[in-house]
């Protein structure tokens, strides 16, 4: 099932967020490709390793799962590694 989810970000967490993402090094999308996928993928993903990368990937992940959508219709037992392209 997919979701739609608005307003996961208020407006300003959302304009810190595009701040803070301009700071981060982007990288070869391929590296997170399957084998298959190598072959197509041509993107640039952010670098979340870093610490703010990390600040990043976390202020994301806790307003995703902090959701009242995604806690009452989802409720997922894992997530996937977040990417940010």
Do not use: C
Not at 35 to 64: E, F, H, P
């Amino acid at each position: 099932m997919l979701l739609k989810i608005a307003n996961v970000l208020t407006a300003e967490s959302l304009a810190d967020l595009r701040a803070q993402l301009d700071l981060l090094t982007r990288k070869d999308g391929t590296e997170t490709a399957g084998r298959t996928a190598k072959q197509v993928k041509r993107n640039l993903q952010a670098d979340l390793s870093s610490r703010s990368g990390v600040k990043v990937r976390d202020t994301l992940s806790d307003a995703i799962k902090g959701h009242p959508l995604i806690r009452s219709a989802a409720r997922p037992a894992r997530y996937t590694k977040l990417l940010v392209s």
